[in-house]
């Protein structure tokens, strides 16, 4: 039979746990203050002429009412219901062996893949057969006629530049190659298929970037603007650590049901507990009078020596006070109301939290009694406290008795009220704080001092472990971002590099070889080479022309506008009362930082390309329909003028710098808008998951990668064109040029 106070069987509560009437009797007559004033001893035989009393028993199932026993106690009498099949446990839609739903799906899948493998196959034959279609031409032969390239392609002018105007404008109906091809560029480069939405999306990204190229102070002010308005949001700031509002949707039944619990019944208690085990391997400073305990593998954890500085730490513990000036007598759970004792689950209750009683040889005896009967060592919440849930790891003898005072380990629980008040809940946790800052100071010296491990839970224990690891994180979002920062910087100067001999490694190199020299007097007195490099120093020296070319700047400007697209997305979403959980704080930084790079270095190599073809060192005079003219005069966009007609022995067009950036963006901006929008849209789809820690993700994902491709195709575009305009009158890259393009002087 259960007592449902303990949650343990009734004969251990009041037989002491006694298995036979001997045990039950013995306990009954024990003398002890809680029970029989003197010592009754029952007989254990029967006495002549003396009948025992011996009716039958009853089954707790009896009919008789008066031995009736209720259903919880007595399983037998519960009653018996129906099974009830469960909610579409057969399927009602069969073909066959399978459900009507894996059906339809089998078919589906089975027609999307013979569509797909058939969809190749034709397309695949179409291209082989518009390859055979093609005229074969002889590299060898000369053309005809200056207007003539069907006879031949070797000798043929550079082909580099009509397909790119054809890429940004409208196809040309010339026969002629045109240029941004060469002689060994497939055919798909020659005569690229032309789309009308990608046409259409070229044009917006030039005119953005020739907008944005033009007017770069305007592009930062509203940009700068939109976010700095969007960062307000971020007084709202609150990072969610409640695991119930993290995994459970709000929505759920089971978060329903708990809400309506709390409001109802109040919320549950907050446990404080407490785990000591002795050191391994150590006696820890066993005193000479507890020879009968022998150490194991991990040891008792208790002698008197460890017991008595046991009885000293829960003395500080109820003595600590909080920063606000709180115990535990003011915040512990009082099952008797508030002038009652707190719940306190420890071995220190069965001495009444007291030793002055008790000395090196009667605590032991004291604590098999209080384990054995907790009847009798009730504390002071007056509520029997089971040995199970104090004491761990309790051995048994050969007899099959626990020797509970040769534990293993204690475990001591502080049971704390909680409440939905959220004064009152604050100081609980400030009270909880105080507590942890004390237990782990007691974990760091009980080892050194008694021999004694302790691990602790608090209630702010989860919370401030996770703040404490996203702290440590920091640095390492900090290292990878600057080293983030010197690969952009170094790789994006890639592409306008120097020469072999103008590069670090060659400096460096320069350096080792006239270091010798340097040491030698003869040599630092001689006249200086003619060759700068050749001349020993006590540092290297390293070309100006490096400093040109490497992109420190913007570099760092691509960095920062990752920090911000973050910023600004936590900002807006924090307006939106969408709360920040650690998985974001923890992934998102990386996350824009490769997609947002992955942009950069796209459209500086695009770039790079364009002032291969267009830039001051491919510039020609033009000679055109109307006689020469100059390339710095023409600023006529491709999209509101038809080709020129270029001589076909001239050297590629020069373009401004305007121009360049606004041919970048169109080249490259429908890759990265193609990109950014499966990016948000695959983020997106993960908004529509009812757990607040995937959806609050996904949507900071998708807000910070929206931001950061709107910031790089706009401020990124202008920075990019200030950048270049210092490259090209060879400014070092701490020095910034914002003047228009250059005006450079051509001849024929």
Known sequence: ??????????????????????????????????????????????????????????????????????????????????????????????????????????????????????????????????????????????PSSPRNYTHGLVGVRSLSQHVDEDSVGAQSESPRLGRGASPLDPIETVQPRQYRLNNILRKGFYHLGFFAANHPWLAFSVAFLVTGLLNIGWKNFTVETDPVRLWTAPDSESRMQKEYFDTHFGPFYRTEQIFVTATTGAAGGISTVDTAITVSERGPVLNWKRLKYWFDVEKDIRSLVSPSG????????????????????????????????????????????????????????????????????????????????????????????????THKQAIVMDWETTLRKYLTGLSQRSEAEVGLSVAFSTGVSLEEELNKSTNMDVRIVVLSYLAMFLYVSLALGSGSSTKDEDSVISAVSQWIYNLPKLLRRSNRESAPSADYRNVPTLLPRFPRSLFVSTKIILGLFSICLVLLSVSTTVGLFSLLGVRVTLIIAEVIPFLVLAVGVDNVFILV??????????????????????????????????????????????????????????????????????????EIVAFALGALVPMPAVRNFALYAAGSVFINATLQVTVFISALCWDLKRVEVSRPFLFISFSKSPNYILSE
């Not at 001997?22 to 203050?33: I, Q, T």
């Not at 058939?118 to 005229?135: P, Q, V």
Request: charged share 20%.
């Open 1 to 142: 039979m259960q007592f449902g106070v303990t949650n343990g069987y009734a004969m251990d509560f009041i037989g002491g746990g006694a298995k036979d009437y001997h045990a039950f009797f013995r306990f009954l007559g024990d003398e002890k203050p809680l029970g029989s004033p003197f010592q009754i001893n029952f007989p254990t035989q029967t006495l002549s002429g003396v009948s025992p009393f011996d009716p039958p028993p009853r089954n707790c199932y009896d009919s008789e009412l008066t031995s009736r026993c209720t259903c919880i106690d007595c399983p037998d009498i519960c009653p018996t219901l129906l099974p009830v099949a469960p909610p579409d446990a057969e399927p009602t839609c069969t073909v066959g062996s399978l459900t009507c739903l894996s059906f339809i799906l089998t078919i589906t899948y089975t027609l999307a893949v013979v569509g797909f493998l058939t969809g190749y196959a034709i397309s695949a034959l179409r291209s082989h057969r518009r390859e055979k279609s093609y005229e074969r031409v002889a590299l060898s032969e000369e």
């Open 326 to 421: 709180f115990k535990l007598d003011d915040v512990c759970f009082k099952p008797a109301g508030p002038h009652g004792a707190c719940v306190v689950q420890s071995i220190a209750a069965w001495y009444g939290n007291e030793l002055k009683e008790y000395g090196p040889n009667t605590w032991a005896d004291h604590l098999d009694e209080c384990a054995s009967d907790p009847v009798d060592c009730l504390p002071d919440f007056e509520q029997p406290l089971e040995p199970q849930f104090v004491l761990g790891g309790v051995p048994i003898d050969g007899k099959g008795y626990k020797q509970y005072s040769k534990a293993e380990a204690l475990v001591i629980t502080y049971v704390v009220s909680d409440s939905l008040d």
């Open 605 to 678: 190599h695009e770039l790079d390309r364009q002032n291969t073809l267009h830039g001051p060192n491919a510039a020609p005079i033009l000679q055109g329909n109307d006689g020469p003219t100059s390339p710095t005069s023409s600023r006529r966009s491709p999209f509101e003028s038809q080709h020129l007609d270029i001589d076909d022995g001239s050297l590629p067009l020069y373009l401004s710098v305007e121009e360049r950036i606004a041919r970048t963006l169109a080249k490259m901006g429908p890759s990265v808008l193609l990109s950014t929008i499966t």
